[in-house]
């Protein structure tokens, strides 16, 4: 469960924004990471319906009438929870960056501590 806490924590430094408005780049941000997972599992499940249909093992209508049992809807919920972190990463990282205002140095500056060393 600390790993779905742990999802998405913050670099050290200041987050780098591209676009002038913050509120705009995190959406986009969320929208993107959504859109990420979502290609990466249509992806996937497409292989695996064709795979199942070609050896004649699961139809698609049988996929459509699937109903988990209690073992298996506890592991989906367990995934959107961890689902939900990842794709509030950046929501988590800024709460960080308020919460802990000295970690949030300019990477120039992070880069020349390195550099020091």
Request: aromatic share 4%.
């Amino acid at each position: 469960m600390n790993d779905i806490l742990m999802a998405g924590n913050k670099a050290k430094g200041e987050r780098p924004y591209f676009l002038e408005d913050p509120a705009v780049e995190r959406v986009l941000n969320i929208t993107m990471a959504v859109a990420t997972e979502l290609a990466v599992t249509r992806e996937r499940l497409d292989t695996l319906e064709r795979i199942l249909a070609e050896k004649g093992l699961v139809s698609r209508e049988e996929i459509e009438a699937y109903s988990p049992d209690e073992e298996a809807a506890e592991a989906r919920q367990l995934w959107h929870a961890r689902y939900s972190a990842r794709l509030l990463r950046i929501v988590q990282q800024e709460l960080e960056a308020i919460a802990q205002p000295e970690n949030n140095k300019p990477m120039h500056q992070i880069a020349d501590e390195i550099n020091e060393m």
